[in-house]
């Protein structure tokens, strides 16, 4: 396993090259109504770390681009998320074309995942440290 200071270190690297997609999706999740929670961005979780994570719901956001779509990449993402569930983790993932060309989709299937509907009212998330 990679050791915590070399996975932070990864994550503090990724944070300063975001994507342009990455950046556009978290401009939005800052201002998304979540009293009492937030989302992290290039948050390191066990040996992996993920493009965006809500701690309060244990969710995690991933964006893919087009290389996802090849054999090896595809096998590690399936490997990856595989290991996000045994742990007690949602994993939602979305290319960047739906970025690009649906992002109020986007933000509202997220919207969903955090309180279970579209007409939902927002509830306090209460961050449980593990």
């Given at each position: ?93 979305f ?10 989709a ?10 279970g ?14």
């Amino acid at each position: 396993m990679v050791s915590t200071s070399i996975r932070r270190a990864a994550a503090k690297k990724l944070r300063a090259d975001t994507t342009p997609h990455e950046r556009m999706l978290w401009r939005v999740l800052k201002d998304l109504p979540m009293d009492g929670s937030h989302f992290r961005r290039q948050a390191p979780i066990g040996p992996y770390v993920v493009d965006f994570f809500c701690p309060a719901k244990r969710l995690i956001i991933e964006l893919d681009g087009g290389h996802h779509n090849e054999d090896d990449t595809a096998k590690r993402d399936i490997d990856r998320q595989l290991w996000f569930e045994r742990e007690g983790y949602r994993a939602i993932r979305f290319w960047n074309s739906e970025i690009a060309s649906d992002l109020m989709a986007v933000l509202e299937r997220i919207y969903i995942e955090l309180y279970g509907s579209r007409e939902a009212e927002t509830q306090p998330l209460k961050h449980r440290r593990s």
